[in-house]
């Protein structure tokens, strides 16, 4: 038997049909399960959720249905009965699914009698499947099983599923209708689903044909919903773009292994997080390298880690790589977001525990030390954590540059303002002071203005305005920003509104327009002016 789930596109649609009637969808689950055992789930506490589908009695039992019977053995990694699991699946039978590779029975006779599965034999789930999806579309997305349903350390080449980084990456990236995609690293290939949607053709590579396997049979069973209707996907085996060389993309999005892991002979490698290089080394060539299969106006987006040396800032180490990168190649528009900064320690104590090590145990502690003694030999004091995204110039112009930090939370999902902004940038780059203030900008409907004083006083002391979606930016501003705000509402270019404000404060134009033509670039890149 194979240890990856295997593709059979009649089994795989009679699977589709069962999992569609038992309701075990995104929403099916989250109505079965309740809101205290799902918000349980997503911390990986798993008992509530096994209270909910317990079917063996007692004040807490669940009644035997279908998707709860399916919760328990594909999500929380749990055995049932096979009768259950026959009930559960009436169209591909318990056989259908040992067949696919997705279960495996116990106890009992060997073999399956003329009618199915013997009643008295135990099903195993031998990987995880759970509903994933979109506004448009149900997938199900299967996946090595959890660490929760493991109960121990995750094997080296484990193929993670659904997680954090995977939906954040699919939250920020831009769906723009493109020609040819590629999902570099694609693991299960959840990036590769959300790409069905608006790309013609797509590239999926990884280094793991475990993981080329996972991602097979996601997008085969994906592909039974409207044949025909999702596009191909050529999944390719290899190391970065060694894969696909000389080839070119409109758009290139990347979950790719950047974990920091210390190069030491005695801890697990894991390939699903770890890119077999030094520091942060995978990140800074994906920067280096990515250009070169992009097309002109081509979009690269990706997640990544970032080492930042005592005595330099984050936005140093960026611009040191982009120019590297420059040097190189074709230079490319840069937006790098740093949501996330952490000191060795705290780094450390994120990924000692990932592959199931406890805090605590020997193995936790020996991880432990190793990462902050790998910190250590390269000086590092913080470890960034942001979305990267990188776009090729379509014309013969110089590059932007945006290094910003957003901590907080933001607009889901965040494609739509990245796309947005993207294209305000690049009108940016492409235009002078002059055109600005040609425009008649209005400020965009999610702006709100705020004002604070002293209790009693005339005029405010602080102005600030506020984005209400997107990256939730808070500007403060200046008594002429908040005049030219108050009347930014498309009827007057920029120009006529500050001479305008400039005549009835008594100030010199050229001076007004000097001073705020820098701040309406900023309002404009980040979507407050539009």
């Known amino acids: 038997m194979s240890d990856t789930p295997v593709v059979d596109e009649r089994l795989l649609a009679l699977l589709r049909a069962d999992l569609t009637a038992a309701a075990f969808t995104v929403d099916g689950v989250a109505d079965r399960l309740g809101t205290v055992a799902s918000a349980a789930l997503h911390r990986e506490q798993p008992l509530p959720a096994l209270l909910a589908t317990d079917p063996s009695g ?18 929380l990694g749990r055995p049932v009965g096979a009768a259950a699991l026959a009930d559960a699946l009436p169209t591909l039978g318990v056989e259908g699914a040992v067949a696919l590779g997705l279960v495996r029975l116990e106890g009992g006779p060997a073999g399956f009698a003329a009618a199915g599965a013997p009643r008295d034999r135990t099903a195993v789930g031998t990987c995880d499947l759970r509903p994933y999806g979109d506004d448009a579309h149900d997938w199900w997305v299967a996946s090595d099983l959890s660490e929760l349903a493991v109960g121990g350390p995750l094997r080296a080449d484990h193929v993670l599923g659904i997680g954090g980084a995977s939906t954040t990456l699919a939250s920020w990236t831009v769906r723009r209708s493109v020609d040819r995609a590629l999902d570099l690293g694609t693991g299960c290939g959840v990036q590769a689903l959300h790409l069905t949607g608006h790309a013609r053709s797509i590239v999926g590579t990884d280094i793991s044909r475990r993981a080329l396997a996972y991602a097979a049979f996601n997008l085969a069973l994906a592909a039974t919903d409207q044949p025909g209707a999702v596009p191909p996907v050529d999944l390719l085996a290899g190391d970065l773009l060694d894969p696909v060389a000389g080839q070119r993309f409109s758009l290139v999005v990347s979950n790719p292994p950047f974990v920091i892991t210390p190069r030491d002979d005695d801890l697990t490698l894991y390939e699903y997080r770890d890119g077999g290089r030094s520091g942060d080394t995978l990140v ?18 990706f997640l990544g880690n970032w080492e930042v040396p005592a005595g330099r800032t984050w936005r140093e180490v960026w611009s040191e790589w982009l120019d590297e990168q420059a040097a190189e190649g074709v230079a490319l528009d840069a937006w790098v977001v740093q949501r996330e900064s952490q000191d060795p320690a705290e780094y450390a104590e994120l990924w000692a525990r990932d592959g199931g090590a406890q805090p605590g145990s020997e193995a936790h502690s020996r991880m432990y030390a190793a990462w902050l003694r790998d910190f250590a030999a390269r000086d590092v004091e913080r470890v960034g954590f942001g979305v990267v995204t990188l776009q090729r110039p379509a014309t013969d112009r110089g590059p932007w540059r945006s290094l910003d930090e957003v901590y907080g939370p933001v607009a889901a999902p965040m494609g739509p303002t990245i796309d947005a902004c993207l294209r305000a940038r690049t009108w940016l780059a492409e235009h002078d002071d002059d055109e600005v203030l040609h425009v008649a900008w209005s400020c965009a409907v999610d702006v709100t203005e705020e004002r604070h004083g002293r209790p009693g006083a005339e005029d405010p002391s602080v102005i600030l305005v506020r984005q209400g979606g997107g990256l939730g930016r808070v500007v403060r501003a200046g008594t002429l920003l908040a005049a030219y705000l108050g009347v930014a509402d498309g009827e ?14 008594d100030l010199d134009p050229a001076e007004v327009r000097r001073e705020l033509v820098p701040q309406l670039r900023d309002l404009v890149a980040d979507g407050l002016l539009v």
């Open 58 to 75: 007692g004040p807490s039992a669940a009644r035997q249905d279908a998707c709860g019977v399916l919760i328990r053995l594909f999500t």
């Open 284 to 301: 800074r060539s994906l920067v280096r390298q990515v250009g070169s299969v992009l097309e002109p106006g081509g979009i690269a987006q």
């Open 492 to 505: 007057l270019t920029a120009r006529a509104a500050l001479d305008a404000i400039a005549t009835l404060l």
